[in-house]
């Protein structure tokens, strides 16, 4: 009893006093007081930077997301078709089905994705300019919500795929290596070991040529990629994750050796290469005339001195030459209006710069460098100096002391012009020119490339094939051939490396290779895992078949399905003429489960569509020339009739007769059919379901499976009458009989017909896959070994394996395919073989699915030297390998992100970084694989069916003795308070709420509910835990 004695009585007040109240007046607070308070708040107050950013490379990308904040983004895309994003992709990356893989949490069938058609997929995810590319062509940026961040989840899939550590194969399908031709062995050379000789490299291997040589003038591979841009925005260990896959294909890297010192490429033709591809960056910076014999002596860099020195000297594991940052002070002046610009601006901070200002010739509006760039450095305090022109530097004492620039001005045709009687002079400390870059001039090394000339700057080399216009033998792509973004040097090395496949068949005889390229996809031993299943005595090639529903409309449609690589389709239910159907409309429509989410990703759909409208003779036919032309896939007949002996023998022995692996008995359509005495009608009661079984089995020689409606009471016991009518098998389950919604005016959805009638429809997709898995488990348990297919809410490989455990062997998918396509099944497929690869390595054995371990610990990916985002903006560090909390936050426990907290918190970290050796390479993950364990047996499926049937029993089986309760993890606390919330109002009143830090403290009342935990909207950031105190109910009275 409360302070009154009544037992009704609100116990502590003060716990409730921040909790949700009904108000009874309007909130009235002093203005000046609100200006006070909100300063405690404050969470995107990113105050001035400056020299607080001395040696802090750590990632600053807008762009990189935690898990939750990838799947939660890949959700949103709209998977359209021909997607113009993917059109907008120098490497047309099938950018729609690489984020279907991550919203399906299959984050290696998103890398599988990305690397098949980018071997540099992860670099280019980190720094591509997505919003000039494929980010500016997405279809939702014609929506509030805006469009996709593909660059962020290229980035995060990726990277989750390098922690794996798997090694790159090439395409079983191809011929092995000892078994192509000798011309396959021909010597080819690529120059530079950057994006653009990495891709060619990947692919000439892929193909299968064994003699593919980079050469590389540093010691180091990854040209500017590792040279000249920051560790914040590319960590060196991601270019050499990339360069491991490559040379895990057999190609090989010469370091030390410089074009025009070492080597030239007439050189390399006489030492017997018979192609050569020349994929280096432009040599020589732009400087203006005025910078005349200034170096960094006098305060002077140029973009091509300046970023070298600083990736040298906070890149890990780049080299071994532990070089020291440029040691700059006060002002530093930036000239150009770049993405090169914007680095060396940045990294300026970095290097000591308490004041960054970036001057060029345009208006803000013009300038060249992506909003990535730019914005990242508006976020620092760089400051932007528009229309200004360089007019002269000012020296004294051998320093560099201030600039004066002319004023630009705008004339009336829009071009810019100087206008002379407008200059200014700025102070400075140190001067960056980063205007771009060339080769004019460079004699020697425009020497070492002939027989390729250079025309306007660049190498003469067709677009299309990137062949030189001068000697068919020489190739050239990326920065020297004009195309200077990492993407696009990319995709000249994809381009190129068929150009050399062609011109080297034909120069062995071998006429036949294609005009349009052919180029083998990204390959792992993920790939070679075997997932077949035998069902019944039928060898099914993977688990994932078509529904008898709407994607089995048509034999064609199934005949697309098959080609895509769907493992099996049941027809659509099919009856005797006598019993042909006319269907109404409108009849299938989004479920109102999904909340106001519109397009792709409906939890549920509901129709009132009856049974296929085409013929016996129809469907009997298509399964014939099905099986005939697909003879590795499976065909279900799905058939259905009246309680009627007559009727089932015929129409079975017709659907026999042509060939089908399978029938499936359609006893248990809600809606219609029952109303003609068919499907639910029988399949509600067991007497009829065993009648009709026996009727079957009399006639049939192949498996028959009775598909089971979830509208009964006890599903086992229709499973079992089946079972003692001889059924093979069952099919569970059905749509679940529903009426999803009621409008405004008090019409139902769908409304047929002028009357606007309506009836009680099925509902399906993934709202329906807990009823589905406690109708199957229900039925492993009640029947061990009685095969059943599953169907009612896959969606993933995830939720398949989900279905696999309690107890079906394979699953029949149809909401899916309505949310997206056929092509879905490529992520199912490569979601599955991940997940039983992983069951035999011992080190991923703690990975749930595909997410990485100790996600309370560092929800983000990111693995390098630089810390990690949480989806609160708190920081964790990666040591070697693991996850760890970064030792700079050590005394932050209980300092939120918001406020003076954060500024508490971002002074540790200046204080840590600021005394941290940033080359240290324990810090930094490494990409070898020698340390990891040997890939044991891999599970078959038939192994992992109904692994999870043995723990799911009855409530009084269950432990009251071993009781847990909730922890909180504050470093991913976002501090909402929902916990408080559901647990004063739903709960135990176990939570307290503090009033400055909002972080929850889990008192001894906890009772272990677990709401808190449901309600969360970050993951992991609250966990059950075993309770170590004895738990006593509280009984009331």
Known sequence: PGPTGKVSDVHDIENLALHPQVPKYAHVTPTKTTKEVKKHWKRNDNCAQGCNLKNDFTDIKHTTLSERGAVREAQRCLKCADAPCQKSCPTNLDIKSFITSIANKNYYGSAKQILSDNPVGLTCGMVCPVSDLCVGGCNLAATEEGPIMIGGLQQFAVDVFKQMRVPQIRDPSLPPLDALPESYKTKIALVGAGPASISCGTFLARLGYQNVHVYEKHEFPGGLSSLEIPQYRLPYDVVDFEVQLMLDLGVKIFYGKQLGRDFT????????????FIGIGLP????????????????FYTSKTFLPLVTAGSKPGMCACKSALPALSGRVIVLGAGDTAFDCATSSFRCGASRVMVAFRRGVPDIRAVPEESDLAKDERCEFMPYMQPKAVQVRDGRVVAMEFYKMDIDETGRYVIDEDQFVRVKCDWIVSAFGSHVDGEDALTAACLPLRFEHGTASVDDGTLQSKDAEWVFAGGDIAGNGTTVEATNDGKMASWSIHRFIQKTAGNTAVS??????????????????????????PNPFGLASATPCTSADMIRRAFEFGWGFAVTKTFSLDKDLVTNVSPR?????????????????????????????AYWCKAVTELKTDFPQQVVIASIMCGFNKEDWQELAKMAQASGADALELNLSCPHGMGERGMGLACGQDPELVLEICRWLKEVCTIPFFAKLTPNVTDITVIARAAHDGGASGVTAINTVSTLMGVQGDSNAWPAVGSEKRTTYGGMSGNATRPMALRAISAIARALPGFPILATGGCDSAESALQFIYCGAPVVQICSAIQNQDFSIVADYISGLKCYLYMKAREDLAKWDFQSPPSRAIAENTKKAHFLNKTPNGGDTLNAAGGWGTIPHLAGSRGLPKFGHYKKERAELKKKFLQTHDILDTATVPSNSRAGVPEVGRTPSIAELVGLAVPRIGTYNQLSNKEQAVALVDEELCVNCGKCYMTCNDTGYQAITFDKDTHLPFITDLCTGCTLCVSVCPIPDCISMVPRTIPYVPNRGL
Do not use: M, W
Not at 265 to 276: C, F, T
Not at 515 to 540: E, K, R, T
């Open 265 to 276: 490429v007439e050189s390399l033709k006489a030492d017997g290469y018979a192609a050569v």
């Open 284 to 299: 020589a910076p732009n400087v203006d005339p005025i910078f005349k014999d200034l170096s960094e002596a006098n305060g």
């Open 515 to 540: 005009v349009a390229p052919q180029l083998p996809l990204f390959y792992s031993p993920i790939d070679l895992v075997d997932i077949s299943v035998d069902v019944c005595g039928i060898h099914f």
């Open 588 to 616: 299938i429509i989004r479920g109102s489960t999904t909340g106001p989410i519109y397009g792709p990703g409906q939890t549920s759909f509901l129709n009132i569509e009856l049974i296929s409208e085409k013929s016996a």
